[in-house]
């Protein structure tokens, strides 16, 4: 019987210790094997991106030039003003301003430079005399008296980041204190001219936000302007429907030289751009012009350019060498048959420059040769395209394009006009905020909502490179609101561009694909017949020990009763 | 009969257009098109259209990039520039030309799309190069170019030399890979058309119509672009793109039968002008078998009659000027009329090739590839090229030469083993044929197993194997025009002319099905429940045997004793 019993103990233990090997080995095993790699992504940090909580700083240095100050004034400065502002726009972004303001007196070489006859002369030798860094903004405080601006004008706001404003002689009784409080209204209003505008930044942030908190102006010049990219292409295009008649010549290649290049090169900071150019034959527009016999010449109606574009665009062709977005610029020459040829607007009146443009693709413009030649001359004719002419018109376009948008000044103030590059420091300073917080605000939107996908889906592989990428956008993105925060708007916009590259690359790796589409079911169906002829013997002389074990203890009960 | 010049052979190809005003500016581009219409001997009508456009700039150049186009498609200078691309070869190609009945092509292409590239010798990472620019092509040509890889990509060490300027001989530059499988339609011939100037709005290219150009035995549409001299001194280089589309149509389902052909009845169009753009624009047909107007009928007759050698033969070719107004008549359209009026025999060419799968079963196979050489009493070697997956395990040591049944032996062979899901075999070899022979090469191969998810969605179907390709160098029955530079027709200088006694040849042979032991797509679940039931069945008396507990039974009464006493039982004995 003691055989018997030792006998079936030795089972009992045969099976624990199978059941033990299961769970101990097989599980691990099975779970090491079949498991899907996924690298470790900084999801904590990635919620935190989440909230949007931007500080811009701005250093704004305000300069006293002589006859401004009382002698008991000037020896209380230099001194610094902080003024904040916050917005809190919705639930997860919060925008913060922080203007850092640094009064002082003039040096006696800003002094001489301020003696300049005119303003544009006394801009030029301040910018000699000190380079501003990027981002910031200098006010010089000039006399009632002084003669460098005329007398309807109060601000003029140069070329580079330096304005001067013309502010009254202070009572030499009143304390500075009270100085500095009248003129700090002035001296905000020029910053906002010249540095970022809280509607120009919550039109970056349009992605995120809803759409009632923008105004429509900025709004609209935000759609219009194409979306931040780390580089652009942009594509001159001469259409040249009827070669028979036009043999049409165009110095594309000095055009851009002298008229598009400085501006991109100014805007070089921003993104990267190439530029190239094509002549298509036998292209024609998407509609039929009709014939205004009252003006004897064919028209386009405003409301037919959204037709014009598509069967062109066929031809264009896309750009073989690079996935930037494309800017196409078309000048379209229309046949002898069909010409002139005028654009109307929605009042029926021509439009001065022939031209339009599509939001995020580019302009057309329309460019009619027929007073070029009389009805003897023998064809094809040769004619070159005055291209300083459509230069003026897709410069203008390509501003728009860029957002770079004009500023309307307010009353009072006069805005130098930018020279040869078309773009003074300040806009560029403006579009780099701007471009900026859409940089990080779109970057971190990509990389929240990528750590939510793979966060749901469990099946997705993410390989070491994705975990690389994810966290050097990760550590880009922060070092860019650090930048802003520090007012090193050149450094914030080079991180937020970084920061954009890597959110994109890890976002459209084709390895996220890969494992996506594994149904449950399936892997069920595999599995089923290795492990339920295996569980089932086990579990039940699981099930066995454990009712002999709770046997034996109610016996023992019933012994020691 | 007289032959003319058809025009002024002192005017250099590269001279744009003369320009009606002295104001215009010389252009640095000029193209030119150009119809050779061929009538077969089979009664089928050959019909090669070319286009060229000649630009003199420098894409190679280091620093300045070129971003201003004109004539020359913007797409396909961009992929010059961005890639570092010294010469681009690619062809699409649907049916097989029938070399025996046909003679040998203009431009030569095998089956499916054939692609290939030399790199500037400054690319560092020139498989990279090839794969990004096998995507980009795919993408302008609508192909399945992006199927590219490393398993059927190889580099020939002699095959393709560089046609264009440039001795380059370091093949590491040099990409080759055809797909065979590549089905060729509308879709990739509008953006073939689209790089053309004119597109197909005017000029020779209105004739081109899909569903007549479908329509047809065979159907071969290439862009190839190379460096040329811009001059005869050669001291400035010009780069050629040239566009080819060759089409074969078929006399009994084109022609319903009938020995008439016409510009119409063959594209559903007539010319009715020049494209503006071209220099040059002009339609050749072959009347060198009609001299006298036997063989068929011309119409509208042409005096300007053109000679050139073509393919180490001396052909005479009515022309017909396409820049010019009285081409066109009174209808202002032209419409050329052949009819057809007796028989006549073909010269056989001197080289063509055939190639065929012999052997049984699904483990191994051979492949024979025969080449004739027709000459009478010239030997001349060939170049062959195969290049052959890597599931078609090649013996190298059956490879065997015979031609006039002795062994023939190569005089270079240069092999390169296939790498399993990397790379496929390669075979070249120069074989001296002998005059007037068949050589036979042939070479045993094994089929390999694939794994389930490398068979293609129609498996049963076969797998392509690329045509061989065999490079040759073929004495010529006339002199050939070494003067490359010279005002010529376009389809007689395709291939550059080193020598006078020989002309170049390139002959494709027929691509291979192979079939490959092909499993039940089912079998992977199969197998997984067919194992897991056997190891659930091992492991259950494993389990049984381990966790049973055993006892010793009392000995039972054998079997024999058990039904005696059955018996006994019955019958109301006494039990044992």
Known sequence: ?561 | MIFLKSSISTRWFWAPSAAPSSAAVSLPDSCEEELLIRPLHSGDIYASFQFRTLWDTDFLHQGKKVSHYRLFPKSLGQVLSKFSVRELHISFTQGYWRTMQWGQPIVPSPPGAELWVWFHNTVADVDGNWKELTNVLSGIFCASLNFIDSTNTVQPSASFKPLGLGNATDHRFLRYATLPREIVCTENLTPWKKLLPCGSKAGLAVLMKSEKLFHSSFHSQAVHIRPVCKDWQCSSTAWELRQTLNVVFDLYTSGQGKKEWSLFKMFSRTLTEACPLASSSKVYVDVTDNPEGELFDLSPATSVLNTAVVLGDRRTYSVYDLTQKETFGQLRSLNLVLRWKGESDMLRPLLHAERYVAGFGLQTGEIHTLIYNNHPYRAFPVLLLDSVPWYLRLYIHTLTVTSKTRENKPSYIHYQPSKDRLRPHLLEMLVQLPPHSVTEVTVQFERALLKWTEYTPDPNHGFYVGSSVISALVPSVVAMDTNNTQERPLFSSFFPTKEESSYFVRVYTEPLLVNLPTPDFSMPYNVICLTCTVVAVGYGSFYNLLTRTFQVEEPSQPLAKRLANVIRRIRGVPLL
């Not at chain 1, 980041?161 to 002035?186: H, Y």
């Not at chain 1, 302009?363 to 230069?391: L, Q, R």
Request: aromatic fraction near 8%; charged fraction near 20%; proline fraction near 5%.
């Open chain 1, 1 to 561: 019987m003691a055989a018997i019993e030792t006998e079936k103990q030795r089972g009992r233990y045969a099976a624990l210790a199978i059941a033990a090997v299961v769970i101990v080995l097989g599980i691990p095993l099975w779970w090491k094997t079949t498991e899907t790699y996924r690298a470790w992504l900084p999801f904590s940090q990635i919620n935190e991106l989440d909230s949007l909580q931007l500080q811009l700083s701005v250093e704004v240095e305000v300069v006293l030039s002589r006859g401004t100050l009382s002698p008991e004034q000037q020896k209380k400065v230099p001194l610094s003003q902080t003024r904040e502002q916050e917005h809190q726009i919705d639930a997860k972004t919060v925008l913060r301003y922080r203007y850092e303001t640094k009064y002082r007196t003039a040096t006696i070489m800003e002094e001489d430079a301020l003696n300049q006859p005119s303003a544009q002369e006394a801009d030029l030798s301040l910018h000699m005399l000190s380079e501003s860094a990027c981002g910031s903004v200098v006010v010089y405080i000039i006399p009632e008296t002084s003669t460098l601006l005329p007398a309807d004008v109060k601000v003029y706001v140069g070329q580079r980041r330096t304005a001067l404003l013309r502010a009254a002689l202070f009572e030499g009784t009143a304390g500075l204190k009270e100085v500095l409080s009248t003129l700090e209204p002035q001296v905000k209003q020029v910053v906002d001219t010249m540095s970022f505008s809280h509607q120009d930044i919550l039109a970056a942030l349009s992605d995120r936000i809803r759409v009632g908190q923008v105004s429509k102006e900025s709004l609209a010049d935000s759609m219009r302007a194409i979306k931040s990219s780390p580089g652009y292409e942009i594509t001159f295009s001469l259409l040249n429907p009827d070669p028979k008649s036009h043999s049409l010549h165009w110095d594309i290649e000095g055009a851009v030289n002298s008229y598009i290049q400085p501006l991109l090169d100014k805007l070089n900071p921003i993104a990267n751009f190439s530029v190239d150019s094509q002549i298509l034959y036998y292209a024609v527009l998407g509609v039929n012009p009709r014939f205004d016999n009252s003006v004897s010449a064919y028209t386009l109606n405003a409301d037919s350019l959204a037709h014009v574009i598509n069967p062109v665009e066929a031809r264009l062709g896309s750009n073989a060498a690079s996935s930037n977005p494309v800017l196409n610029f078309l000048l379209y020459v229309p046949d002898a048959q069909h010409s002139p040829l005028f654009i109307r607007d929605h009042s029926k009146r021509e439009i001065p420059s022939n031209a339009f443009h599509s939001p995020r693709w580019g302009g057309i413009m329309v460019y009619n040769v027929n007073d070029m030649y009389g009805p003897e001359a023998e064809f094809p004719v040769d004619i070159n395209i005055s291209m300083s002419k459509v230069m003026g018109v897709f410069l203008a376009q390509l501003r728009l394009m860029l957002g770079v948008q004009k500023t309307q000044p307010p009353p009072g103030f006069v805005l130098q006009s930018a020279g040869s590059e078309g773009l003074a420091d300040w806009e560029l300073d403006r579009l780099m905020w701007s471009r900026s917080v859409e940089n990080i605000a779109t970057a971190s939107t990509t990389i929240t909502s990528l750590a939510q996908l793979l966060d749901q889906i469990s099946n997705i592989v993410i390989n070491d490179n994705i975990a690389q990428q994810v966290s050097s956008a990760v550590t880009s993105l922060q070092a860019a609101v650090a930048e802003l925060e520090a007012g090193n708007l050149a450094f914030a916009l080079q991180y937020s561009r970084e920061a954009i590259l890597a959110s994109e690359r890890a976002f459209f790796d084709p390895s996220l694909l890969h494992l996506l589409y594994f149904p449950d079911d399936q892997k069920f169906a595999i599995y089923i017949p290795l492990f339920l002829p295996m569980c089932v013997p086990i579990v039940l002389s699981l099930l066995k020990i454990a009712n002999e074990i709770r046997q034996r203890r109610a016996d023992k009960l019933a012994k020691k009763d």
